[in-house]
């Protein structure tokens, strides 16, 4: 069946670093929604992406999905302190359920 | 619009018993998904529901199980708890549930299984 991978698992930097989490499908993609969870809390919609190459920014955070619609990405520059939590990319294949990566937890030092 | 409501938010069973969680979705949509969520495992997709039918499942055991009301409330029962059935359970609603709509997911119930 599909399988969605996320890397890194984990992430700690300091307040005002870069952040990119990766996302790879096992197949491809008819769209691809990336999620956030606050800790103690629920996840959030944040983006979703359809087209082969498609950008779309949200302040300060970038989504890319892939040429092949088989991965993506999810940048945030210069992290703050609201940007704790763990970010789910969730893919959804031709005629199938979503499936939800494992996320990637961020952690931002102050 | 009220977001998605789930009840109980807590709830304390022991090994054996049986439980039964409710999510009430935003008003207007028919589609409910239920996903269980443990540190080790994340977010696994239990059922969906659109129009009072169980329209996808994911591979959990029969003891789980689901329904769906005429109003698009729904609830999923859990017999027979075993420990590893401890997790936060999340109900999310979409308008129909197709064609990769964004998914609203509720505040979730954590169950703990003694």
Sequence with gaps: ?110 | KAGVTQTPRYLIKTRGQQVTLSCSPISGHRSVSWYQQTPGQGLQFLFEYFSETQRNKGNFPGRFSGRQFSNSRSEMNVSTLELGDSALYLCASSSSGTGGETQYFGPGTRLLVL
């Design chain 1, 1 to 110: 069946g599909q399988q969605v991978m996320q890397i890194p698992q984990y992430q700690h930097v300091q307040e005002g670093e870069d952040f990119t989490t990766y996302c790879n499908s096992s197949t491809t993609l008819s769209n691809i929604q990336w999620y956030k969870q606050r800790p103690g809390g629920h996840p959030v919609f944040l983006i979703q992406l359809v087209k082969s190459g498609e950008v779309k920014k949200q302040k300060r955070l970038t989504f890319q999905f892939g040429e092949a619609k088989k991965n993506s990405s999810l940048h945030i520059t210069a992290t703050q302190t609201t940007d704790v939590g763990t970010y789910f990319c969730a893919g959804h294949g031709y005629g199938q359920n979503f499936v939800f990566g494992p996320g990637t937890r961020l952690s931002v030092l102050p």
